[in-house]
């Protein structure tokens, strides 16, 4: 999440929330529309969440939490329509992950740092690795779901 997209909801771009939606949820629908015409019986569908889909860690994410919020359900429902084919569908919920959009030496990591359990941000790696588990052999009972990669910031 750029910091350009968090603040005050009152104040907030319509052009921002827009690009939010389109990127964060009508984005993962077309993708996933698109895949489902290759994707075959016992196949995966894994999108990527965030923590802020389950809950609010701090101001200022209204309208980016409630695009990952919006995954977290199309996630159950979908799960539900692809379960007789045993298409599993779940989510990784990153939290503060290290990446160009969200450094760990950023603007908004001093507000987010005291909040994480283990006291660093997360690396793409560690995200990389749910995914990785959540398309092997071991998750095609996991259906759904999603796994939190997220420092302890929601616990």
């Known amino acids: 999440m ?3 997209f968090a603040g005050d909801f009152a104040t907030q ?3 921002e929330i827009q690009l939010q939606l389109d990127v964060n949820v009508r984005g993962v629908f077309l993708m996933t529309q698109a895949a489902l015409k ?5 196949g995966r569908i894994i999108s990527t969440g965030s923590n802020a889909g389950l809950a609010v860690p701090f101001a200022g994410i209204a309208v980016y939490a409630a695009t990952k919020s919006a995954l ?3 996630t159950r429902g979908l799960a539900r329509e692809l379960g007789p084919r045993e298409i599993t569908v779940n989510l990784v919920r990153p939290g503060p992950i290290d990446t160009d959009m969200n450094p760990a030496d950023g603007a908004l990591a001093p507000a987010i740092l005291p909040s994480l359990s283990i006291a660093r941000y997360g690396r793409t790696k560690e995200v990389a690795e749910a995914v990785t588990f959540l398309a ?3 998750a095609g009972y996991i259906t759904g779901s999603g796994i ?4 302890g910031i929601s616990a």
Not at 38 to 42: D, E, F, L, Y
Not at 148 to 151: A, F, K, P, S, W
């Open 2 to 4: 750029p910091a350009s």
């Open 13 to 15: 771009p319509l052009e």
């Open 38 to 42: 290759h994707i075959p019986n016992g």
């Open 72 to 74: 977290e359900s199309f």
């Open 136 to 138: 092997g052999p071991g």
């Open 148 to 151: 939190l990669v997220d420092g």
